[in-house]
């Protein structure tokens, strides 16, 4: 299994920017992409960006040109760079590690990250 813990939200004025933190520890071996999500009051829980161990990355249409997902390998640690935040980033944001052979993990705790306007 592989543990999560996010960091790094808070209050943020529309337009700034901010880095969540996402340290992983447990089975590491066994990770195939670390990913971001997101909840925002009264919706589902939706993926914003995901990293694969190889590289690859993608984004929700909502966060291109705007949010860099980026991982740590040595530190274990996976990280989301919002930059230019709308009110709508408002959310709790979570952290999840997709495994091998069960697909994403358990989920951390989330950070929440409020943007005021």
């Known amino acids: 299994q592989v543990q999560v813990v996010e960091s790094g939200g808070g209050l943020v004025q529309a337009g700034g920017s901010r880095r969540l933190s996402c340290a992983a520890s447990g089975s590491i071996f066994s990770i195939v992409a670390m990913g971001w999500f997101r909840q925002a009051p009264g919706k589902k829980r939706e993926l914003v960006a995901f990293i694969t161990s190889g590289g690859n990355i993608n984004y929700a249409d909502s966060v291109k040109g705007r949010f860099t997902i980026s991982r740590d390998n040595a530190k274990n640690t996976a990280y989301l760079q919002m930059n230019s935040l709308k009110p709508e980033d408002t959310a709790v944001y979570y952290c999840?590690?997709?495994?091998?052979?069960?697909?994403?993990?358990?989920w951390g705790q989330g950070t929440q990250v409020t943007v005021s306007s």
């Open positions: 999840n590690a997709q495994l091998r052979t069960t697909g994403w993990g358990s």
